[in-house]
């Protein structure tokens, strides 16, 4: 077959490539990470002390916000949806950067305040997904990824620190797709700041973090008529009409920015810690140098953190028979459409925290109160502001021989606009033995008050809910796996009063009984043979079938791959990915408010996704070559077009479609 011979083709010109740039990273040695020691304030003043002395060599580890689990690198290749931003989880509008949903049920874990757009969160730069790293060495990471219809995803990653005490880290990104239908443009950037200080003697230190994020992307509400997929004359999909923008306008660039009609929501976020703890100091003088240790037993935390969010919604050249036709457009049409919500939010934290064993960072007593305040402006609506109170407390032990582990959380909202809001989390970890068996059980409760824009305060032309009732969530969760063998598996019961959806696009509602969910999932490997590795991986959701919530009752992803280490240093895996879901009735989305609504009249019948791959490591050279699609070569009966899956009703997906990815780190 052409299509064969193409990617031998491919895969030979690429190995030759990166074999000629192993023979010219001869000298060079593999990144190493940290190992031992979890003790946040001993520990970390001998992992930069105690480095290989090669001149190649580098030792790197790094914190997530908010944690104290020291992280290496991953330096795995077998799966490439750890370094794309879309996880096989969820699913978007057909092409990347445009607004995203989820196959499993994913609710809203947070109390407090809420702006109520969340399709294009994924795209993010997070406070929770920020590392502070401790280096050896500058490293630097580059990443280019280019995919079908001129699709490009570059990324830069930078890290140093300044002698021990001061690092500094910078990681940017931007992903610009022009689409494989009309008026589907979309693009994002981030930018992410972080440095992290820490005095000499280790009693204070210091986090900085700007986050910069910023999604733009084309809503073309659909194709007009879906049904022609399949008798295309050049079978281009982008000879067919969409619902929303200007046709005649429409082009193909991978350079342009530009979105006439569609959706641009921006998230800047600052953040400033600081600490300063009490406790014992010690040192260590060996060959002439001294490393001060220090063991905190109590410590002052404050955090101040200011966020600024803007949701846009424009539409330069509206037809008002499309917008009347499609969407039953409520508001009259005279002149360019703009909805505009922007949202200020500063909040102050103070909290102390306990250490009970000077050497063990992992067992601690947190107890704060913070103050948050929100302040919204928007173009057709007054200003609206809000003020809150909160305490939370926090309580963590994992013991020193990494047996039990025991994290507790809370959260209450005192006083203010969200009074009564809360958040109860806890889990217990045991490892069972040395294999590396454990168990853990999980419990979450949140209970929030309703989105903003559920309210009807925001621009948006949404109908809010005509009363306030407080959604509540409450999870348990019982998993089990293997931390060395790495399979896992998981039930997952929730319960769910006043559960918040959309029943159309334009209007919020609370379903008013109870809804049971049940989620089992298991994750293994298969070892074949020597080489050839099975991955399965399955998800069984159950829930009310009368409940507004739709989900897959099977969503899967296999993979056969033909893996190891070759020719020394050729780290290779390749092979077939499928990706499966069960029928179910999937959302349809509203561009004029951005939300995924519930629908009763539409089933989307998939069938499975087979991927073609070829990922390879050559020392720092990491590079994925994909195929996506491959099903779409075989005919079928679907009545929706036989070339393509469906995301949501008028909503195709893609063709054939190639990626290829280089990930290249360097050290200083």
Not at 234 to 249: D, I, K, M, Q
Not at 403 to 408: E, K, N, P, S, T
Not at 582 to 598: C, H, L, R, S
Request: proline content about 3%; glycine content about 6%.
């Amino acid at each position: 077959m052409p299509l064969k011979r193409f990617i031998i083709f491919v895969c030979f010109i690429l190995m030759n490539v990166f074999a000629f740039a192993q023979m010219r990273a001869g000298a060079l040695n593999r990144m190493s990470g940290l190992g031992g020691r979890t003790n946040k304030t001993a520990g970390a003043g001998d992992s930069l002390q105690k480095r290989d002395q090669n001149a190649d060599s580098i030792t790197i580890f790094y914190k997530l916000y908010n944690s104290n689990e020291i992280k290496q690198n991953d330096s795995s290749i077998n799966d490439f949806y750890k370094r794309f931003p879309i996880h096989y989880t969820l699913y978007n509008l057909g092409n990347t950067g445009t607004a995203v949903n989820s196959y499993i049920l994913s609710p809203l874990w947070k109390a407090g305040f809420d702006a109520g757009f969340h399709q294009y969160e994924i795209y993010n730069y997070t406070l929770a997904g920020t590392p502070f790293y401790q280096t050896t060495r500058p490293f630097t990471e580059l990443t280019y990824l280019l995919g079908g219809k001129g699709e490009q995803l570059v990324e830069l990653k930078h890290t140093q620190n300044k002698k021990q005490q001061l690092n500094f880290s910078f990681d940017y990104r931007f992903s610009n797709a022009p689409g494989n239908v009309k008026n589907q443009q979309a693009n994002f950037s981030n930018m992410r700041i972080t440095a992290h200080f820490q005095s000499k003697r280790k009693r204070y230190e210091s986090f900085w973090v700007m986050l910069n994020n910023k999604t733009a992307s084309s809503e073309n509400g659909g194709l007009v008529n879906a049904a022609r997929l399949d008798s295309l004359a050049l079978n281009n999909p982008y000879e067919l009409e969409t619902r929303l923008g200007v046709s005649s306008a429409s082009f193909r660039n991978p350079f342009n920015t530009n979105i006439a009609t569609g959706s641009i929501f921006k998230d800047n976020t600052f953040l400033w810690k600081q600490t300063y703890d009490v406790g014992q100091k010690d040192s260590v003088v060996k060959d002439t140098i001294t490393t001060y240790l220090f063991y905190p037993r109590l410590r002052f935390q404050n955090e101040i953190k200011y966020q600024q969010l803007e949701y846009l919604f424009q539409d330069a050249e509206p037809t008002v028979e499309n917008y009347t036709t499609y969407f039953n457009y409520p508001n009259a049409i005279d002149g360019p459409i703009k909805f505009r919500d922007r949202w200020n939010i500063f909040s102050n934290e103070f909290s102390l925290i306990s250490y009970p064993q000077k050497n063990n960072s992992n067992q601690f007593l947190q107890v704060g109160a913070g103050l948050s305040n929100q302040s919204g402006s928007f173009i057709q609506r007054k200003d609206w502001s809000a003020q809150d109170s909160y305490g939370f407390g926090a309580y963590k032990n994992k013991t020193k021989n990494q047996v039990w582990d025991i994290d507790i959380y809370g959260q209450l909202f005192l006083v203010g606009f969200h009074a009564g809001d809360y958040i109860a989390k806890a889990s217990l970890t045991s490892l069972l033995n040395k294999k590396g068996n454990y168990v853990q059980l999980t419990f979450n409760n949140v209970n929030r008050t309703p989105s903003r824009n559920a309210m009807g305060i925001t621009d948006f032309p949404i109908v809010g809910l005509s009363g306030i009732k407080k959604e509540n969530h409450i999870q348990f969760i019982a998993s089990t796996g293997n931390l060395k063998k790495a399979w896992k598996g998981s039930v997952t019961y929730q319960l769910i009063n006043n559960y918040q959806y959309y029943s159309t696009g334009y209007n919020a509602a609370i379903y008013q009984g109870t809804i049971h969910y049940i989620n089992a999932q298991i994750a293994n490997q298969f070892k074949l043979s020597k080489h050839w590795n099975w991955y399965n991986e399955v998800h069984l959701q159950l829930v009310d079938a009368t409940s507004p919530i739709r989900v897959p009752t099977v969503l899967t992803r296999q993979r056969i791959a033909f893996e190891g280490v070759f020719y020394k240093n050729l780290n290779m895996s390749t092979g077939l990915e499928f990706i499966y879901h069960t029928a179910f009735k999937a959302g349809d989305y509203m561009p004029m408010t951005g939300q995924f609504y519930v629908q009763n009249d539409f089933m989307l019948r998939n069938r499975p996704m087979v991927n073609a791959f070829y990922h390879m490591m050559i020392k720092r050279l990491k590079a994925y070559i994909r195929v996506e699609n491959l099903h779409t070569l075989l005919p079928t009966s679907n009545t929706l077009g036989n070339h393509y899956n469906f995301s949501a009703r008028n909503y195709p997906g893609t063709g054939i479609w190639v990626r290829v990815g280089v990930w290249w780190h360097f050290i200083n």
